[in-house]
Structure formats: structure tokens, C-alpha cells
């Protein structure tokens, strides 16, 4: 099976690294690859790490270009998939990286993105309760945030042990924030130093988090979210913590058994032996998730530390498990769950 | 008036941030200097850094060594630092940045560190309420850690607007590990990569932030602790929060009100103008602490962000800082607010 | 065809590297990991990224766990290969990552390592004149050293345009040092911070460069080399420049095209388009060397500049190229030239 | 003595540094501070790390808010100089950080940096023969630039010693490049990643460099220059080499003894004791430069190696220095040789 794809936004991050990994799945072929103010340029100004195509130029995004592709894939700011989508009809599975169709509330969206909600697709974390079968052979997929991504997949197991709030510090590497020309983002501003931002749930992958832990819970989670910046390109370390309910009390055994029974069967979500934790370069460049969990028993409270690259298993490469998903290939086609270290 | 003083422990970077200052101090004559294993070395060999004493050598850490100064720090390994200020008797200020006189409670020492308690000294972080007082004139200091002294600080002036457990995630550089030669330390391991450690309260500075808050609340506060390391030499960045108690509901006003009053006249603490937030390369080599605060409306929880560097302030400014109070100097003599920036 | 391999030193850098490569190899079976100190291990403590090994303990390095495999990988300290490899006797393919059998000079083994030359292999770089051949159906292969391979590749394509003497310096991650803990490689030592080391000739890979360069040269070329260590853990950036012969006396044309012969047909070796230039992270996990030439006409001097990743072409994918050729497998199986970027 | 001083670029790298260092000087009192597109903005949006004018704003770049001080000091880009130089007329000392007036040579100019050459005023490089007498009491100093600083400190003690051509390849920090908002400049770029750029001699300090060594030299000196873009913010590390005359053959004696007469009684250069080589972080934040050198002896050439912080002595530290001259102030006034390390 030979299947076609393209790629719009391929000359930033998540565009990169979704060519990175579809350079080595089995089945594709790279079709078209383009972009906005760089479409004429060779990708290799802007891909340099990626030599099989150091051939290519990049292409206007325009329904033409990216028509007559099996799977296209939309590495775009937000508020630029749904149009796109739409000209493309049924012809092609689109699979957006960008947040135009991760919320499922018309209400959530219009306050946190501004605008008219574009409307939900099927939210393409295949990890979460009851959510890999709405993938499969899905033609339309919302790629998760990459700190949703982490924080849900570190949290959901333990909904029915915990409280109602959740609070999350995830540290982040700066290639989540893409390739912005901003001074804060600069080399020099970020080697040596950490900062927060999005301080005080101003964070858009805020309600996506929620989002995700209410409908696991089937109550309403509410969710501290701080995200902190620290000198690193690649990798999310997120520190989620929550009350243990009465019940649990003490009872580390009932939430390790927990996370063990919801991730044995999961190929990506690494839930750690005793005494080993999670640490970003471990997962780089991979797919996996590396998860550890602990009780503080002084204060009753659960404690989980899991580390993901928001640019593979947080954008590219769980688009990419959601290729294989929706078109009924292996899910684990072309990735990998061995990171890049040291 | 010309102070002598003597440092042990000068070959590690607790002891060369120390020197460093202490150089820049216009009442110091630096007397002095001992290690254990290097002892014989040419300073220069542990503190490239330091050339205006790059003739000097690091002498035997003894009690005859170090008596005759007018202050002795100690930088030493936890549990070596009582008998050596025994030997040393009220002849010299002992100013000890270790952690062997920080904790009031012996149940609490020997419980986190082992062992018998060696008693409790002043405590060195003036800016806590009725702090500065015990320090001046003080012949014995015990230098805070560097986590509670920026997580104490963080969250001292809300303690009244607050419940009664708050949770810390502190993202820190691995200049607080010390010179340590772990496998998880080598640059290698470190650049790239995230991590946390002492997860679950299991942190020996846990009941060290406790004591502070529970001192300054009144009554006891309940503290979820997490570490975690991140790619830089220097610096701390805290992200602090807890629930704000009914009465505070929405009322951030309040809150800034609060921070302002409490630090207005300290000259270490910086309160950020709104929209500002801090970051640790702006303390970097300072003995400021640069901090912000919001609330998060949606859960009516307070977010206090706070940086230090954890070798200044956190440890060695603060040493330097409360020697000028013991003395009865300006208590910004030596010390800046102004960092090493970008 | 399956192939199984055993490698010893497996919980070290390289070791680690070869695992991840082979681990995405189609015909290799992963067979004994061995270790020193770390025997009895879970591999997981030491290789945190090779989650589908997770469960694999590290087991002594000896003879009888390593036979019975047909490709045995050595990542050992110089000085350890020789009696290893003789006890293994034929049964196995016996590919050296150490320095052991690399110098075909006893006089240089003994002057730059000490004792006794344990002979010359196949030297593992096929990329230079004559020497793919050599490695074809070879039973024992010496891989390079990495600032060899880097500097080599960059100089090789030259030698008949430039004059006797070649200057080298090499900036380089801390991957190269292994996990050695010496202070210097600690993670608050490197951070921020460039050094030379090695300085004045004084690196072993000093006589292998000259080797490579004068047997490519058929004369003898003269090396200063100095490495540079930089705050990385990856990768090598090498500056090489050389005075050019009268008759290329400005004479960018022939130097490209000489490069662009050389290099044509390697899958590895990617000489740029003109006005791009190699940085290291767009090699880095991958086996590409990115190269780029120019002449400065002012001084009739060429400079060339080329980017690998020590751990990767720069030791463990070269063993990996080079088990494919003695194997007689395609030479890229199982290898990439798609960096791991940003 | 109160010299009241102005700084034109304050929102810069360069003018940051310049107010870090002159906060922290006896004898200033700081006035205007001016910026382009900056201006009316609080200094500290700019300069978080500059607490003591926190609450400074940002004026326009103008002769009027520039004039009435005693010293204005310009950290412009290129170009911008002289015309506010000659506005501000003699009632000034103007100290230019920026390159208008390194260059002696209005040839040079012209093919370096295009347009005309606006003349050539003393150069901020006490260090070099001859030059410090040129700066006490001037009224205008062209402030060297941060690579032609260490190289050429690096190797005029050696100029007699060795042939006519000199290597020298510098690895340097990304604050060099200033606040420029390119791509490559980005944090997710620059960590983990090695480059050189205006290699071939392209870059616009090598004619600077070839001034300084061929004055010192009295004859002229040919210089192989590339810079190479490491992962750190601050720190340029140079490795320079030269072959050495016969008379000096093996005389590693004779080229100490010359390192050591030219920098015995400067206060800012040290020459290291054999054995210690330079590290870009022991002189961060400082005034000093670190340097060693050796003999090659296979090869009879002479390697120095040399550390300097290129915001520090390499721009904004030669300003203060030079302006202590100007002044007949301590030329150390405000300066420091201590590094902020680890």
C-alpha cells in the first residue's frame, strides 16, 4: 500500500518533523509540501535536516496544490484549517496539527481562539477511554496539543481516585512555540534561564485539558495550568498533582495498579518500573510517553511526572499514528518508542 | 572597618559564589581558605573564575585553620557543621550555609536528615515576618536552602488569603546539586533534558518551605514540593499556587496589594509591574528575587511565580547579606539587585 | 536473513547508540548487552531512550556471553579489544568502536596510547579512497574515531589542491568523553562554557587524522588539530583549512567540483548547495556528513566546514555501516541521513 | 568625581551590558538612555536585569536628549554614528561601540562595510603596543570588536616570533549577533547546535584583526578568520595558530617568556599558569581575558588559546575601561576580572 500525502506548513516545526517521520514509514510518499511567505523556497533553507528532500521547493498553500493526495496534513496557525478542509471535501484525510477543531464547545472556543468554532473532529489521542475506535478510519482528525497530550495521558487513569482539581506545571522546550520571531525566543534570552508564561490559566491548551479529564471523569475536573519555558528545543516534563480521594487514602498500590491496567496494552505510554522517572531526552525524537507516579503521604496527594516530545508523540508523530489509525495501517507504522539520548 | 573572613568548603560552587561576592565587598579581607580532598590545590584549579586570588591554595578544613577571622562560613556537606562551630566557641560569626541548624523541630531533622539534631540557628531570610531582627548582632546564622527561600518568599504575603495547602513545582538549574560527580549530572545527561527528582515530598527542603509558611501563617500549612531540573547552571524558577479562601474570591487587587505592602521597602525583593514575569537569567548573579503573581479566576487560585539564583540569594548573597546584618553593615554592602543578563 | 549481535559496553554512550540503530534495523536480532560495573543492571538505568529493551539486564563481559553471536560490537576503553576479539577467534564478525586497531603505525600506538600495538583492521571509513572494499566481507573492522571521520571526509576530496599543512579545529559536544565523571564534564561546568582541550597535538586522534589524509594524499600531510568542547551533547562541527597550491589559485571552481566527485555517489556524504553551511543539528541521530567548501581568495586559503554526530556517523553508525558491508547487506540498511532537528 | 554619562541603544545587548557595568561604577551617574524603536518603553521590558532603573522609560535617539552629558556612549548599528558624533561635538566624550571608526583604512571600510568611511578615532584596546597613551584624555574611542579583541590580544605578544599568516577559529555566544530576530538566531535552533558563518574570510572583523597584528607585527600579517556559533549566550573562545619562525623552533620557552612580559602588568589580561587552559565561564560577566598558549612541536606552531565575554571586555567593558582613560580615572574603575561561574 502506497499512500500519497502533503503537507501544508512545511516549513516550520511540526511541518519538519512530521516530513522527518514520514520519511521513515513504510507506506508513503511524499507528495506536495508548502507554505506561505517561504513557498518558492528550497526546503532545505528551512529542513535542513532532512536530506532525502533536499531536492524539493516548497509550494503555494492552495486547495490545488494539496488536492489529489490520499492524507493532508495541515501544520497551519489556528483559524486556517477549516476553510482549507472544506475545499478539500471528502477526497483526502485531513489531519490537522493546528487547534481549530480540538474543542468540542462552540462556547470554549469563541473565548479562548476568538471567533466562530469551526466545529469538533475526532480528537486524535488514541490513549484516552474510548477514543481509538473513533479513529479508525476516521477522515478528519484534530491532533491534540502537546501539553494536553501529556497532562491528560499523566492524569486520566487516575480521575476516579482523585478531586476535582488538578493542578499541572509542564516544562517545555521552545520549539512548541515555533519558529515566532519573538525576543523572548531568541538563543540568547533562553539558554540559562527558565520563565513562565500563560500564567494563571491563560494558557489555550487550558480548556483542552479539561476538556479531556471531564469527559474521562464524567464529572467536571478543574485544571491549574502553568506552562514554564526552559533551555531546551524539544521535550514537555509535566508535574501534575491532585487531592487522593478519602478512599484512597495512603493506598499507592490502588494508583500504581491503576496507571498499569490503563497503559499495559498501549504501545506508546511507558508507565515506569518503581524508582525510575521520566526524563525528556529519553523520549526525544520518539513517540513514547514515559509516565511515574508517587503518593505524598503527608498530605494525601498524587503526585505524576510524564515527559513527552511535543513535537513527535505532542504534534507529528501522533498525527501520524492517526494516519495509520485512519487508514487501517499498523498504529504503530513508521514510529517508534526509542528516543534520541544523550 | 575591615572584616576577616574565612570560608570552608571553597572549592565547591557553594563556597565560589561566596568568594566571588565577598571580592566585590568593600569591608572584606579574605583570609583563610579550606577543602577536604583538594586541600593542597591551587584555588584557581576549582574556581577558574577567581582570578584575583588565582595565587592562593586551599588549605585543610580544621578548626585551627579557620580560627582567628572575624566570620567563618561554612559550605560544607550536611552534618559537619556543629562541631566545627563548637571548636570555633564565640571568637568568630559562623555563618552556615549547610542545613544542619535550619529546622526548629529535631523530629523533623531527624526524620529528613538522620541523625541527632544539632539545634537551630537565626534564620537567615530577613524578609520573612520578625526575621531580620533575630539576625542582627547574631554570632550564629543558619543559610536558608535555596528552594525555601524562594518558595517561602513566593508565597509568605498571601498566607493569609489563602487555604492551607499549596503546591511548589520549582524548575532549578544543576549548580544546586553541587560538584557531585552522579552520572544524571554530567553535562551530557543534563543539556537537552527535564527532569524531577525528590517527587512525592520526598525533598529534604519540604519541611523547611513548611516551617516558614506555618511560621508566617500562623498556623500549619501543608506544602506539595517538586523539584525539577532543568538545562541551565543557575537559577530557580518557582511556580507557586493555592487556593484562595472565599473571602479573597476574584479579588486579585487584594492580592497585589498584599505582595506590594510586604516587600515595598526590602531591597533584595523585586514585585514585578503587572504584565511583567520573571525569569532566572534576569537574577543571575544578584541577590534579587524577582516575582509576580496573578489569580486564576475560573478556580479562584493564587499563581505567584518567583526566580532566584539559586547559588546568590538562594545560598551565598544570602550568606554575605545576613554577615552585613550580623555586623551591623549596610545590609546591601557587597550585594546587587542587577543580574547577569542575556 | 537474521543477524544477531551482542555488543559490549552497553551501558555506555556508544553502546547506547549502537542499540538504538540497531533496534531499527530489519535484519538484526539483539542478542548479549554487556557492561563492567554496571553488570547485573537493568539496561533501562542506563539507556532510559530503549524502551523496547527495557526489560534486558546488563550482563558481564565475558568471552562465553559474548560468542555464539554473529556480529559482536565492541565499546570498550582502548586497550580492552585485542584479547576479546582473539578469544572470540572467526566465529564472529568483531567490529571495534575503540581505538585499538586503528593506527597502522606500532610507533604511533605506542607513542599516543602506551604498550604494545595490537595490529591494524579494516579501518571502517568507507567513504575514503580504497577503502570501501577493504570492509566488504570483512571479519574484523576498526571503526574511526570521530574527529577523524568528521575531519577526514572534509579534507580527503583536497589533498592534490592544498599544500602540506592542514589546520583543524573541531568543536564538539561532551558525548564524545563518554560518561566519565570528571568535574569538567559536569553539567553546571558545560553549560555556557567553551574549551579547548587537547591543545598543541597533544589528541590521540591527532595520528589518525595525519593517517587518513597522507594515505589519501600519497605524501605526508602535516595535522594541527584542537578540539573545542561546546555546550552540546552531540555533534562535531570541524573548520579545516589549508593553504591551496599556486596552480588552484582562485580557483573556487575546481575545489567544488573536486568535492562534488568525491562525493556524488556517497549516500552518506552531503556536499551542500552553494550558500548553505552544516550545522550540527542537522545531522544529529542520523549518519550524514554535511560539508560545505569555499576558498578565501584573500589568502588563497580553503576552508571547509562539516557537521556529524559524533555518537552517530561519528562511531556508531559508521559500525553499523560497516557490519552491513562485511555482512553484505545494502550498506545503508537500517541507517538515515534525517537528522533529528530542531 | 561625578561623570554623568548617556547611553544611545540602551535597549540592546551591548547597552544592557554598558549599564550593568556602569550601575555598579563609583563615579556615574546615569542619564538619558535612549532607543529607535523602543522608545517610550519601560528600560526593563528591555532589560529585565537592570533593577535599579527599573522604572526608567526609553527616549528617542536624538542629539537633544543626548546632549548635556559628560560621556555618551553609542551602541548603534553600523552607520549611525557619525553623525550624531559630530552634532554632539566636543562637549562630549563619545564612545562608539559600533564599527564606524575601527578601521583606518577608508579602502577597508569601504569593501567591508560599503558607503564612506567616516574616519578612523583611537582604539579601545589599551592592551595592544602603543595604545593605551592614544586613549588617555581622548574625546572620541572607537570600541574594538569582540573577535578582533581576543585575537588579537591572543597573538600579538607572538608577532615576532612567527610567520606571516595566522588561523583562528572563534567560537562565540549568540549574544554577538545582538537582538537581531533571524531564524537561525532562534533558541530552538541554536541549542544543541554548532555553525560557522562568514567563513572564507567574509566576516567583517577580519580586516580589524589584520590592522591590529600587522601594526603590532610592522609588517603585514595575513589572517584565516572563521566564527563559529555555539550554544551559549555569552563567551567567545579563540583558537589561534601560527607557524613559528625557525629561530623559534621548539622554543616553547621563548614564547611564554613573550606572553608573559606583554600582560605582566595588565590588569584585565591573564596568562595562565601551565597546565590551565581558558573556559569561556570563568570570565562571563568580567573584564578579563583568560588565555594559554603551547608549541606543536611536530609541527613547530604556535597554538594560543583565548577566552573573553564579548558583551564584557569584548564591547561594553572595553568601553568602561576606555572611558576610565579618557577620564584619567583607575583605568580598572567599575571592572572586575571575576568571572560569574558555574
Chains 1, 2, 3, 4 share one sequence.
Request: glycine share 10%; aromatic share 4%.
Amino acid at each position: 500500500m502506497t499512500v500519497r500525502i502533503a503537507v501544508a506548513g512545511a516549513s516550520g516545526y511540526a511541518g519538519g518533523e512530521l516530513l522527518r517521520l514520514l520519511l521513515a514509514h513504510p507506506d508513503i510518499e511524499i507528495g506536495a509540501l508548502t507554505a506561505n511567505s517561504s513557498a518558492g523556497d528550497l526546503l532545505l533553507k528551512h529542513q535542513p535536516h532532512l536530506l532525502p528532500l533536499a531536492d524539493r521547493r516548497l509550494q503555494d498553500t492552495t486547495v490545488e496544490t494539496l488536492k489529489g493526495h490520499d492524507v493532508v496534513f495541515l501544520a497551519l496557525p489556528h483559524g486556517h484549517s477549516a476553510e482549507l478542509a472544506e475545499q478539500l471535501g471528502d477526497s483526502a484525510i485531513v489531519i490537522d496539527c493546528g487547534a481549530d477543531h480540538r474543542l468540542t464547545s462552540a462556547d470554549d472556543w469563541t473565548r479562548w481562539y476568538g471567533g466562530e468554532h469551526a466545529g469538533s473532529w475526532p480528537y486524535g489521542l488514541p490513549e484516552l477511554p474510548n477514543q481509538r475506535e473513533k479513529l479508525v478510519g476516521a477522515r478528519r482528525v484534530a491532533v491534540p496539543g502537546c501539553y494536553p497530550t501529556v497532562s491528560s495521558l499523566a492524569l486520566a487513569p487516575a480521575v476516579d481516585l482523585i478531586e476535582d482539581e488538578v493542578v499541572i506545571v509542564a516544562v517545555s522546550g521552545t520549539s512548541g512555540a515555533g519558529k515566532s520571531l519573538k525576543p523572548n525566543l531568541l538563543g540568547s534570552e533562553v539558554m540559562g534561564s527558565a520563565s513562565a508564561y500563560g500564567v494563571g490559566g491563560a494558557h489555550r491548551h487550558t480548556p483542552e485539558i479539561t476538556q479531556n479529564l471531564s469527559a474521562a471523569a464524567g464529572r467536571p475536573i478543574k485544571v491549574s495550568f502553568t506552562p514554564v519555558l526552559a533551555p531546551m528545543s524539544r521535550g514537555i516534563l509535566a508535574t501534575c498533582t491532585a487531592q487522593l480521594k478519602t478512599a484512597a487514602l495512603n493506598d499507592a498500590v490502588n494508583v500504581r495498579d491503576a496507571y498499569e491496567k490503563a497503559y499495559a496494552n498501549e504501545p506508546f505510554v511507558h508507565f515506569l518500573p518503581e524508582g525510575f522517572w521520566p526524563t525528556t531526552n529519553a523520549v526525544l525524537g520518539s513517540n513514547a510517553v514515559q509516565m511515574q507516579v508517587t503518593v505524598d503521604e503527608d498530605l494525601n496527594r498524587l503526585v505524576v511526572v510524564a515527559a513527552v516530545d511535543n513535537l513527535a508523540k505532542g504534534t507529528a508523530g501522533a498525527a501520524v499514528q492517526c494516519m495509520n489509525l485512519a487508514l487501517g495501517l499498523p498504529e504503530t507504522s513508521g514510529l517508534s518508542t526509542v528516543g534520541v539520548a544523550p
